[in-house]
């Protein structure tokens, strides 16, 4: 096990180093935004979704989802929609789902990326196709957090949102 974490960090050092788009199955057309703390606060109040154990159920023809990375008093690496580490995300068949994705870790860039490739994932993943998704966000600075939106149109299906940095989906970073 401890070879495996060492490898891990290794990969995830290495693509933080050499810019992380290398791990990427396809660009991903998103403009990052810069949010203080506060603004972050009300951009996770506007989840449309109702938390039920481990899962968020949404409802209506457009959906809201706010996802973070790597919120205070979670674990690394995970994402949080409504104060869940990774939780399951119903969707009504037919919506539209509007997504916000912060990256509040300053340490590293992330991504909210959708595919219909379950786990495991590699530590190196290699996530393809990619359906809809943020790409890699810039790491925070100054005292600022990176967001993003992006509108998808699922059809019906089972999807998985990954975070393509390499190590982090192998690591639990994915719903």
Known sequence: KKNWYVTVGAAAALAATVGMGTAMAGTLDTTW????????KAMLEKDTGKVSGDTVTYSGKTVHVVAAAVLPGFPFPSFEVHDKKNPTLEIPRGATVDVTFINTN????????????????????????IVAGTGFSPVPKDGKFGYTDFTWHPTAGTYYYVCQIPGHAATGMFG
């Open 106 to 129: 300053k340490g590293f860039g992330h991504s909210f990326d959708i595919t219909k490739k379950g786990p495991p994932y590699a530590v190196m993943p290699v996530i393809d196709p």
């Open 33 to 40: 935004k810069e949010a203080t703390l506060p603004q972050v």
